[in-house]
């Protein structure tokens, strides 16, 4: 089963637009919560990470927000831009499971110039 | 250039055909992944190898056979392929395992059975 709920499957933000995906977890194990970028025909790469002693992690335009309490986290995409048009999925891991990675079933952002 | 790479990109076969999928690192990694998303870019974590050594071993048919001959290739031997198997592959690899470590994906392999 999956182990990480993500939403929405898809959305389209206009350009300058802030994108908002979320995740859930059930397993209080997971202490490792990546998000990777993925663009057709391309592998997966990872774009930001958090672990679950701070509530807020910033790279640019990219930021994760981690509520440990509500087992949620959540990307924010600010100033949108067409070149960040692309499948995100959020995952989650933890040591006892060697860090394997439970991936999102994904969020296709279509943003419109 | 610096990579997981992965040969073939694109693999059509018949129903029944045995095929390999061969990955290779660059990095100086030692732990190596396949996964396999399904239609719907659904990600799942199918095996992995640190130091040639198999440490994840998810519910995958037995007809899924990897293979480590050094710690820089992974390759993925499928057998009596199904229609069902058709999904892009992707290769990844780490520095390590056990810890929190970037893995860095390879650029997948499609896979069609017809």
């Known amino acids: 089963q999956q182990q990480v709920k993500q939403s929405p499957q898809s959305l389209i933000v206009q350009k300058g637009g802030i994108s908002i995906i979320n995740c859930a977890y059930e397993n209080t194990a997971f202490d490792y919560f990546p998000w990777y970028q993925q663009f057709p025909g391309k592998g997966p790469a990872l774009l930001i990470a958090?672990?679950?002693?701070?509530s807020e992690k910033k790279e640019g335009r990219f930021t994760i927000s981690f509520n440990k309490s509500a087992k949620q986290f959540s990307l924010h995409i600010m100033d949108s831009q067409p070149g960040d048009s692309a499948t995100y999925f959020c995952?989650?891991?933890?040591?006892?499971?060697?860090?394997?990675?439970?991936f999102g079933a994904g969020t296709t952002v279509t943003v419109r110039a | 250039d610096t990579a997981v790479s992965q040969t073939p990109k694109y693999l059509v076969t018949q129903m029944g055909n045995d095929k390999s999928i061969k990955c290779e690192q660059n990095l100086g990694h030692d732990t190596m992944y396949w996964y396999k998303q399904d239609s719907k870019k659904f990600l799942k974590i199918m095996f992995s190898y640190n130091n040639k050594e198999l440490i994840i071993n998810e519910t995958v048919p037995n007809r899924f056979s990897p293979k480590s001959p050094d710690k820089a290739h992974l390759n993925l031997h499928i057998n009596s392929l199904e229609l069902g198997d058709s999904a892009v592959y992707f290769c990844?690899?780490?520095?390590?395992?056990?810890?929190?470590?970037?893995?860095?994906f390879g650029p997948g392999t499609r896979l069609t059975v017809l």
């Open positions: 958090i672990r679950p002693d701070v």
């Open positions: 995952a989650a891991s933890y040591l006892e499971d060697d860090y394997k990675l439970s």
């Open positions: 990844a690899s780490s520095q390590g395992s056990g810890r929190v470590y970037e893995q860095f």
